[in-house]
């Protein structure tokens, strides 16, 4: 049984009313049984099922135990010329690195962020020039008794400010990190569909067939830089940036070792 299955047992379920009877082997898995191999993996593979259920947001406090895995395990394995460079600062930096490899880790095609143009208000405020016209009466004596009344129109430009639709989300105030092949990891090949006739699709050269952007190493960089200003690009290519990509991967490592670990156990419930 697949770990995927195992998400739908942590979500409410409203009944089915149809002629179809449900299963009712005698040895299919009930929910007990899943929620049983579920303890039972966790005890032999904390990390990656606690990874896992932090990916597909089944509770916060997973997600806090496994930047805190990440943590310690960054501070076993952390290069001795990062540490120089940190100093005093190391611990605040391997924080920040947990955290930048879970996120890039839990990334997928149907996450989002909160668009930072407009703060996830979806309007934003622009400032439009309008220009306003106004008459003024000018009195001037004339010979007679009467005074004579002349008006003159001004013209001025006011600035305000108004809100607009942000251009960056389109007023939904997020944004999603799909990628431009929607989602599907696959684009169609000109060149080869040319040849054959037929539809031939390729990976994404964008996403490499993942579907969404993973996180910029760049990101990580400015977020260190803060803590270590003198850190260089150099420096972070060379000592700091297969440090960070280890910890990220260390995450998918766990999860295929629980994935292998509940496959293993739910077999031999069956």
């Known amino acids: 049984m697949k ?9 409410p379920k409203s009944p ?8 009712t082997s005698p040895d299919r898995l009930t ?17 990656g099922m606690t990874a896992y259920f932090a990916k597909n947001d089944i509770s916060e406090k997973d997600k806090f135990s496994t930047v805190e895995a990440l943590v310690q395990y960054a501070k076993k394995i952390t290069p001795k010329l990062v540490a120089k460079a940190a100093g005093k600062k190391l611990g605040y930096c391997l924080i920040v690195l947990a955290r930048m490899a879970f996120e890039d880790y839990a990334r997928s095609a149907g996450s989002v962020c909160q668009c930072s143009a407009c703060s996830g208000e979806g309007m934003v405020n622009k400032k439009v020039t309008t220009t306003k016209y106004s008459s003024r009466a000018a009195i001037f004596p004339s010979f007679s008794m009467s005074q004579l009344k002349r008006y003159t129109n001004t ?35 000109e060149a080869q569909t040319k040849l054959q006739d037929v ?6 050269p964008r996403c490499a067939g993942k579907g969404f952007n993973r996180v910029p190493s760049s990101v990580a960089y400015n977020a260190i830089r803060h803590l270590v ?15 960070y990509e280890k910890l990220s991967r260390k995450c ?9 670990i509940f496959n293993k156990i739910t077999q031999e419930q069956m």
């Open 229 to 243: 200003p003198d850190l260089t690009q150099s420096s972070w290519s060379r000592n700091w940036k297969p440090f």
């Open 3 to 11: 770990l995927e299955n195992a998400l739908k047992n942590f979500h």
């Open 155 to 189: 013209e001025r430009n006011v600035v305000e400010t108004e809100k607009v639709i942000c251009e960056s989300c389109n007023g939904k105030g997020q944004l999603t990190h799909r990628c431009r092949c929607k989602g599907r990891g696959k684009v169609l090949d």
């Open 16 to 23: 089915t009313f149809g002629n179809v009877a449900g299963c």
């Open 31 to 47: 929910g007990t049984d899943i929620m049983a191999a579920v303890g039972m993996a966790e005890s032999q593979a904390k990390f």
């Open 252 to 260: 998918y490592t766990e999860e295929y070792e629980a994935e292998r």
């Open 199 to 204: 539809p031939i699709y390729k990976d994404c």
